[in-house]
């Protein structure tokens, strides 16, 4: 079953007929807004409503975060955890063909609408472990924004997150390559009195999540170890800054940033914040040090599967 909104298709084939993820309500709320309005007034309502799944969900920053991505005109992508779109539009920009998947229903719904003039868009209803036996081709990128930490409710395994990785990588073309944006477990804003992104609490990724189940993010090499031995190579690190939420500037190791550069510290608008510390005045010895990539509060990685 298929349904066209707009110019996107939204296929229903694998929907299971519940959504086993949301923020609430609010996702009504939300649908509402992507169907009267304009994208261009998206940020007057988010200024009126005060309101952080709308912002989160709803914000032109968003988009950031795979903007200066090589993705190109012929490209087809693979978006594995679309949610309600914030990345969607941007990669319908950038390439040929987007396919999109989501567990959610609602979530696909605002996708779709919000998305409804490009015609390069589909989205596929379900859970990924059904849906990808039948993905029909290979694809020139996949994206894992905010998602390769679910890799254990996506996939179950004992090494979820290795099996995750592992089966994507046989849907990509001969040199094809996956983005993944994710927090750092040992981010700065962790440290300086913010709570974790994914289940509240301070420390609980500096800790090792020694006491939480179904969500987990990685240090900078735990990561690249991780990618590496699921047989991804030519690894390319980025670092979303403050975050690959809300990027306003992306740093590589080829261009780091300077000291005074790092003062955007406060945007943490969904939890309560303890202020430990001054971030910037830290920032600033962490960069003297050359330690900012093991700090930064993201990461953003580029891995092929070829040379």
């Known amino acids: 079953m298929t349904e066209q909104i707009g110019k996107v298709t939204?296929?229903?084939?694998?929907?299971?007929?519940?959504?086993?993820?949301?923020?609430?309500?609010?996702?009504?709320?939300?649908?509402?807004?992507?169907?009267?309005h304009q994208e261009d007034e998206y940020n007057q309502?988010?200024?009126?409503?005060?309101?952080?799944?709308?912002?989160?969900?709803?914000?032109?920053?968003?988009?950031?975060?795979?903007?200066?991505?090589?993705?190109?005109?012929?490209?087809?992508?693979?978006?594995?955890?679309?949610?309600?779109?914030?990345?969607?539009?941007?990669?319908a920009r950038k390439a040929k063909h987007v396919t999109c998947i989501d567990l959610s229903k609602r979530r696909s719904l605002i996708?779709?609408?919000?998305?409804?003039?490009?015609?390069?868009?589909?989205?596929?209803?379900?859970?990924?472990?059904v849906i990808e036996p039948n993905l029909p081709k290979q694809y020139d990128c996949i994206t894992l924004i905010g998602v390769l930490e679910y890799g254990a409710s996506y996939i179950q395994s004992e090494d979820s997150y290795y099996e995750f990785l592992n089966i994507i990588k046989k849907h990509l073309k001969p040199n094809g390559r996956i983005?993944?944006?994710?927090?750092?477990?040992?981010?700065?804003k962790y440290w300086a009195g913010c709570q974790e992104d994914h289940v509240g609490g301070f420390f609980k990724g500096v800790e090792g999540?020694?006491?939480?189940?179904?969500?987990?993010?990685?240090?900078?090499?735990?990561?690249?170890?991780?990618?590496g031995r699921a047989g991804y190579k030519d690894m390319t690190f980025y670092y979303p800054y403050p975050d690959y939420k809300f990027p306003m500037a992306i740093y590589s190791d080829d261009y780091l940033p300077k000291?005074?550069?790092?003062?955007?510290?406060?945007?943490?608008?969904?939890?309560?914040?303890?202020?430990?510390f001054?971030?910037?005045?830290?920032?600033?010895?962490?960069?003297?040090?050359?330690?900012?990539?093991?700090?930064?509060?993201?990461?953003?990685?580029?891995?092929?599967?070829?040379?």
């Open 10 to 36: 939204v296929n229903y084939q694998y929907y299971e007929g519940q959504d086993f993820y949301s923020d609430g309500d609010v996702e009504d709320e939300i649908l509402q807004i992507v169907k009267e």
């Open 179 to 188: 983005y993944i944006a994710i927090e750092n477990k040992l981010g700065m």
């Open 209 to 227: 999540y020694h006491d939480v189940k179904g969500v987990y993010t990685f240090g900078r090499k735990e990561l690249e170890a991780l990618i």
């Open 259 to 276: 000291k005074g550069e790092l003062s955007r510290n406060n945007l943490n608008f969904d939890r309560e914040k303890i202020y430990m």
């Open 278 to 307: 001054d971030e910037s005045k830290v920032f600033d010895q962490v960069l003297e040090e050359g330690m900012f990539p093991f700090f930064s509060n993201s990461f953003l990685v580029e891995a092929r599967v070829g040379e």
């Open 111 to 129: 996708n779709a609408y919000r998305n409804q003039k490009c015609d390069n868009i589909e989205i596929m209803v379900g859970n990924f472990q």
């Open 45 to 91: 309502i988010i200024a009126e409503r005060k309101n952080w799944p709308i912002l989160y969900h709803l914000s032109h920053i968003r988009g950031n975060i795979l903007q200066s991505m090589p993705i190109g005109k012929e490209d087809e992508v693979l978006e594995i955890g679309a949610g309600c779109g914030a990345i969607t539009g941007t990669l």
